[in-house]
Structure formats: structure tokens, C-alpha cells
């Protein structure tokens, strides 16, 4: 017993040294990682997909991350490799990126700012993820682009439609692939001139938050460059489900033409409400009534049944396309899950392979390095044509789509008809133009 | 300037019967649900925040009415082909082989109506069970017990009901017959297309009315509802003179599920079931009841209607004009008052949650 060396003040001496000899060559390495945020240590990667799992938007949060899911697949090897034979850019390998086999975390926004910050949190710094995707909430991109800036990782947004999210909000963290009010209401415009004419009176009703505001003021700035008068722009809260009050003015009001700025349930309902008090039957100033649904969602049109036979919109993307990235990624989605994608699928299966692509490119998985692979980036072969990821907003510009309900669907898929698909150089826009001025992209963040 | 006045008035004149129209329409579906939530108060003495529930389940019992009519025989197309290019399947509906195309196109058409049958038996069933099962265990706990129950309860079905449909809403039309809009602005001496307003929403006032006075018959002029009476007024006399009022009290519970349902089954072709449009109603239905006076079975009824009413005229823009923002408080505010002015409700009585 007394020839025993182990005493507790001489244990707790070594263990000080030993804990100081292992924790140096941590220390080291992530020097030598040239200090980013998350940088990926062993031979995986950790992306994080943060999608409505719960809440209204569910089915389209479940769709998107199908999509994730197929991303990942090709990215590894798996599954035919859907868009990646047919995209531009030949960097990726199916080997993972850069060799580090591609695992995901996934979070549930709920649709609400504040549960997104948190599942985006505690994916960053719980799981490690290197990048957050995902979303189908304008409110909820800019929350958690906000968030991703901060924190150092890129945040490849999912469906998110208003001009704010590259516009005053926007981030040099942030990137999105998804259109935005101002292309819809610039690709629509020229159609609706030729289908409804120039001397039209237009009723708005318009969500109100921030992605109904900007389509309302891109909408209602489009169409009167062309003549159009604009009757009433009506603020509807978020949280209404009868628009029944909302509606009935209307047809009294002189208007001829309804806009409804709303998206999911508001637009299912709105939408349903408008054809229930008939007003697509009717005359005003002798000309028919009409409607128009400025960005369409099939997932959502599903929702209004019969009721969108017709009535025009704009999408980013649609599964009946015939260009062969389109039919790639149909055929390898539905090929596994027995339908065709959704526009948000499409969206976010492009995000995730243009991100991977720009950290092949780049040669790190360093934001800043990602940032600058992405900027200026032209790239074709993902189902809009020829795109341009944007240095000065990190907006994509590509062509799009203007649809309308079909009057014979053959499938319950089949909702939704291409009318045109309007050439990029029509809805672009200069970078400091006055729907999106007022924020700056800041410099990237790579975190610590 | 007399008459620009008088057409400002005509102008607004329109505007205002469009929205009494509106407001009795709302008012229907919030007087529905507040009847069935005050019955269940009135007699269990059970705050349930389940009843939004039972009116969202309502509406899937149209959905999945309409879903059972449409079981389709698939057989693949030799023609037509899907977005994969494999054969298209051709669904032929059972009921349209059974009773010829016609027939069988009808039968679907007119299934939110048939739906009213097939969701009686089945609130009255989901009633029971939950009044059995869980309900009846909580009857002597406080208040804020039965709240969080029935809230629980409330999450636990909507989410069942998003595992088996989804999040996304589900149209479900309204018979062909009930489609387009009525022009009470002709009957009046109106312009054309001056007050429109849609059949269906007719049919949905009509209904509730109905529904509301049969609630009404049946606890006026049956014994049943004579001893339920005297069991709301006062529950341990009746107990004494030998009647089993809890018996009586679970079928009541099953006829408020049901109330629930119908109002449930008939809005859903007026918007496309979800599973939360429980909770949309859930709240409102609240200060409906609370409005009206708790346990009072007409209060429910008149705040139901006057709230609709309050709710759609603060959503004219004439009023929004002057005061922006005001159809998303109006109810509150209206709440506010007349709990400031009559604490009990408008037909509140005494002693009702005041023990």
C-alpha cells in the first residue's frame, strides 16, 4: 500500500499533461483547415436540410426532401444520376464532394421564423452541418439566411418567392435558385396584354407579409406599364381561411381582372372562394372577368381542384417539360417514388448540386470559397436552360415559366399547362433596381 | 351633391346587404360549433377544445365519402402511356359500373350531401368513444385539466388525420347543381352582378338554421330533453330523483359531435379540408361561446351570428380605410367590450364557472 506512486494530486498533474498533449494536435489541425466553420474532419460531409415537416406546408417539405434524398443518392454514385449527366459541369464524380461521402441532417421549420433559426442552430453546431438548405416561406429564408451569415456556413435557399430574400435582405452567404414576384410579374405581363388586352382593372388581394408585398408592388408595377389601372390592393391576414368578405366587394368594385398574391392554403382558399361567387362567369365592362394566380405551386393547385382550369400563373419549373435534364430528374424522381417532382423539388435538387459542384470547383468546402465559385457562375443543363448565378445578389437568372390550369387534365399530376416560357433577358434587372435596393450583400463569413 | 351623396349611399348599400349575406354565413358555421361547445358545457360541465377537432373530422367524413365512392377498378391503358412512359392506368369508379355511367357520375357529384348520413353515425360513434374513453375520466378536475385533455386531444386527431391525407387541403366539390352564384342585386332592383352570392353558401345557412332549430325542438319538446334541461339547471336534484342523467348526458356529448360533423361535412365544398381547420374555428369558437354567455344555448347561437356579422363588415374596405388592420381584431375587440360591459356574456347566467 505505501509503495503505491498514485496519489490524487500526481493523478491529477499527468492527466493535466496528457489532456494538454492531445488536445494540441486538434488545435493544430483546425489551423491548418484554415478556419471555417463546421470544416469537415474524417471522410464525410454533413449537409443540413431544413424543410416544413409539420405545418401547413408539409406535403411540400416531404417533397423537397425526397428530392434532397435523390440529390444525395447521385452524389454518391447511387441511382441513375438523374440531372448530373445532363448538368454543364462535369466536376462532380458521383464520389461524394471531394471525395467525402455526402450524409445529411435534416430540421423542421414548422414554417415559422423562429423554429427554423433553431432546428438551422442546432444543425450548425450539434450535427456540424457545413451547409443549410431548404425552406418554402420567403419569412423563413430570410430568418435563417440571417442566421447562416452569422454562423459562417452557406445557406442555399429553397422556395422562397420574394424580392426581399435577394433584394434588401440579402446576404453574401446566402444563394438562391428559385425565381423571384418581380420575374413573375415581368414574364406575365407581356402574356396577359396579349390574352386580356391593355385597358383592364385590376383587383389586388395580397397576403400580408413580406413575399405578398413585393409580388403585389411587381405585379401591380408590371401591369400598369402596360395600361393597366389598378383598382384596390386588399391586405388579407396570413391566418384568414374565408375570403368569402374579402371577395364579394369585388365584382361591385369595377375591376375586371382579380390578382390574388397568395400561396398554399391562403390560395387554395382564395382561389376556391373566388370561382364559388362565380366571378369567372361573369361580364364586367364588357369584357369577361379574370383571374391570375402569379405563382403557381401544382402542389397546391391540386388543392383547388377544378377550380385553377384557366387561370394563368408563373412556375419555376414544371415536370412536363421536354428538355432532357428535365426528363432526367423526372424520370430518376418518379422512377423512385411513383410521381413526377414538384417545383420545390426541382429547386432544391438543383441547390444541392450546384453547391457541391462549387466546392469541387473551389477545391474547399470554405464559404468563402463556395461564395466565390457560385458568383458569376453560368451553368446549363439543370432544366431552365443557360442560368447565371449573379455576383451582385446571388440571384439566378434563367428562364420562366408562364402556365395555366388545364381544362382536361389526363392525370391527377397533369394540373398545370407551359403557355411560354419567357427568355432570361426579359426578366432580368439591374442589381441596385428599386424593388430590391436598400441592403447590401455584406462579405463572406466563413465563421470560425 | 345630392346626388353624389345618394349614390355614395347606393354604392355603399350594396356593399353592406353583400356583407350581412356574409357575416350570416360565417355566422352559421361559428353558431354550429358554439352550439355543440356550449351543450357539452351546458350538461358535462367539460371545457373542450376537441370541438374544432370533431368539426375538422366532419369535413374528412365528406373527403373520405368521396374517396370511398370513387374506388376505382384500374386497368392499364394499351394506348396511353404516364409521365414514364409505362402504361397509364384508367380508373373506372365501382359505383359507375354498378349503376351505369350516369347514375354513378351522379353519385359522386352529390357526395357532400350523402355525406351527411355517413357522418352521423360516425361523429355520434367518435363522441361516444371519446366521451367513454377519456372525457368522462376528467369530470371532477378542474377546469384547467379538461382544457389541457381536450387540447391534447385536439393535437393527437389533427395529426391522425395528416398521417392518413396529408397536409395539403383536399377539394371536395359541391354538387353541380349548387355551382355559380345567386343575384339577390336583380331581386332588390339592383344592377347586374351588383350582390352575388354563391348557392352553396345559401344551402350552408339554410342547413345550419335547420340544424340549430332542430337542437332547439329537440330539447324543448321531447322528455329526453326536458330531463337534459333540468339536468343543465341542475344536475344533483335530478341525479336524486332516481334518473341516470349521465347516460343521458354521453348521448348528448355524441349529438354535439355530431352538430360538429354536420357543420363540418357541409363547409368542406366551401373550403378544401385540412387537418387544422379545426383550430382556425377552435378559438373563435371560444369567444363566440364566451360572448354569448357560457352555457347559454341561444347566446351561442346569437354571438355566432353577430360575430360573423361584426367580422365581415370590419373587412369592407370602406372600414379598412379608416381603420387598418381592424378585421384581424374585431372579434377580440367586440369580446373585450361586452365582457367589460356584461362579464357574464350577452345571455350569461349566474352562477354558471363561477363556483
Known sequence: MSTSNFTRRGLMKTSAVAGAGLALPTYLSAANHAGYTNAPQGDTVTLGFNVPQSGPYADEGADELRAYELAVEHLNGGGDGGMMNTFSSKELQGNGILGKKVEYVTGDTQTKSDAARASAKSMIEKDGAVMITGGSSSGVAIAVQGLCQEAGVIFMAGLTHSNDTTGKDKKANGFRHFFNGYMSAAALAPVLKNLYGTDRNAYHLTADYTWGWTQEESIAAATEAMGWNTVNKVRTPLASTDFSSYIAPVLNSGADVLVLNHYGGNMVNSLTNAVQFGLRDKQVNGKNFEIVVPLYSRLMAKGAGENVKGIHGSTNWHWSLQDDASKAFVKSFGTKYGFPPSQAAHTVYCQTLLYADAAQRAGTFNPCGIAEALEGYEFDGLGNGKTLYRAEDHQCFKDVLVVRGKENPTSEFDLLEVVEVTPTAQVTYAPDHPMFAGGALGSCNPGA | ?355
Open chain 2, 1 to 355: 351633391m345630392c346626388g353624389l351623396f345618394s349614390n355614395t349611399l347606393v354604392g355603399t348599400m350594396d356593399a353592406i346587404i353583400l356583407q350581412v349575406l356574409n357575416g350570416l354565413d360565417k355566422g352559421s358555421a361559428y353558431a354550429l360549433i358554439a352550439l355543440g361547445l356550449t351543450l357539452i358545457f351546458g350538461t358535462l360541465g367539460v371545457v373542450n377544445f376537441a370541438h374544432g377537432a370533431l368539426f375538422m373530422i366532419g369535413a374528412f367524413c365528406a373527403v373520405t365519402l368521396q374517396r370511398i365512392l370513387s374506388l376505382s377498378k384500374i386497368t392499364l391503358s394499351e394506348t396511353k402511356t404516364n409521365f414514364l412512359g409505362q402504361p397509364a392506368e384508367i380508373k373506372t369508379p365501382y359505383v359507375e359500373s354498378w349503376f351505369g355511367p350516369e347514375m354513378g357520375a351522379a353519385i359522386i357529384d352529390w357526395s357532400v350531401p350523402l355525406a351527411i348520413f355517413f357522418s352521423i353515425p360516425v361523429m355520434i360513434a367518435i363522441g361516444f368513444i371519446m366521451e367513454r374513453g377519456l372525457i368522462k375520466h376528467f369530470y371532477k378536475r378542474p377546469h384547467a385539466d379538461q382544457i389541457l385533455v381536450t387540447f391534447g386531444l385536439a393535437i393527437v386527431l389533427q395529426e391522425v388525420i395528416k398521417y392518413f391525407y396529408g397536409a395539403n387541403p383536399i377539394p371536395t366539390g359541391a354538387p353541380d347543381a349548387f355551382k355559380g352564384s345567386f343575384d339577390f342585386g336583380l331581386m332588390l332592383g339592383y344592377e347586374a352582378n351588383a350582390i352575388i352570392y354563391p348557392y352553396w353558401r345559401l344551402v350552408y345557412f339554410a342547413f345550419s338554421a335547420l340544424i340549430i332549430g332542430m337542437v332547439f325542438a329537440f330539447l324543448q319538446f321531447t322528455t329526453f330533453g326536458m330531463v337534459v334541461r333540468a339536468g343543465m339547471a341542475d344536475r344533483e336534484t335530478v341525479g336524486l330523483l332516481g334518473i341516470n342523467i349521465d347516460k343521458r348526458f354521453t348521448i348528448m356529448f355524441g349529438l354535439a359531435a355530431a352538430v360538429a360533423g354536420l357543420a363540418g361535412v357541409m363547409y368542406a365544398p366551401i373550403n378544401s379540408p385540412n387537418y387544422h381547420m379545426g383550430m382556425d374555428f377552435l378559438v373563435l369558437s371560444f369567444v363566440v361561446v364566451v360572448v354569448g354567455g357560457m352555457g347559454s344555448l341561444p347566446g351561442a347561437v346569437l354571438a355566432g351570428f353577430m360575430l360573423g356579422i361584426l367580422e365581415s363588415f370590419a373587412s369592407m374596405n370602406q372600414v379598412k380605410a379608416i381603420l387598418p388592420g381592424i378585421d384581424q381584431i374585431i372579434i377580440y375587440v367586440v369580446a373585450i367590450i361586452v365582457l367589460l360591459t356584461r362579464p357574464r356574456g350577452l345571455m350569461g347566467r349566474k352562477g354558471v364557472m363561477e363556483e
